[in-house]
Nanobody, 121 residues
Framework: QVRLVESGGGLVQAGGSLRLSCVAS????????MGWYRQAPGKQRDLVAN???????NYADSVKGRFTISRDNAKNTVYLQMNALKPEDTARYYC???????????????WGPGTTVIVSS
């Protein structure tokens, strides 16, 4: 079974920075893409950024120029560097892995439990 665990959330003032990390485990052979999503209270879960195994990235317009996603394939880890944080970035941030080969199984997607980011004004 594939397991994802996020870390790095917390409370930060507007304009500050945080770095989120997400490690995937479970006899993983390969992961196609990994991404970060966020969900604010009362709102839907939206894509923040994702990155393929080849390093191609995609960002939500609201975070372009402020957030950077990166990935260490050897460690099955994805990072999200968040700079110039705004109060509207406050949300629970979830890591996801898509098209995962682990042992004899293929998983279309796997999700972590999330980590909370609070940006104070």
């Amino acid at each position: 079974q594939v397991r994802l665990v996020e870390s790095g959330g917390g409370l930060v003032q507007a304009g500050g920075s945080l770095r989120l990390s997400c490690v995937a485990s479970g006899s993983i052979f390969s992961i196609n893409s990994m991404g970060w999503y966020r969900q604010a209270p009362g709102k839907q879960r939206d894509l923040v950024a994702n990155i393929t195994s080849g390093g191609n990235t995609n960002y939500a317009d609201s975070v372009k120029g402020r957030f950077t996603i990166s990935r260490d394939n050897a460690k099955n880890t994805v990072y999200l560097q968040m700079n110039a944080l705004k109060p509207e970035d406050t949300a629970r941030y979830y890591c996801a892995a898509h098209d995962v080969l682990a042992g004899p199984h293929r998983y279309l997607e796997a999700w972590g439990p999330g980590t909370t980011v609070i940006v104070s004004s």
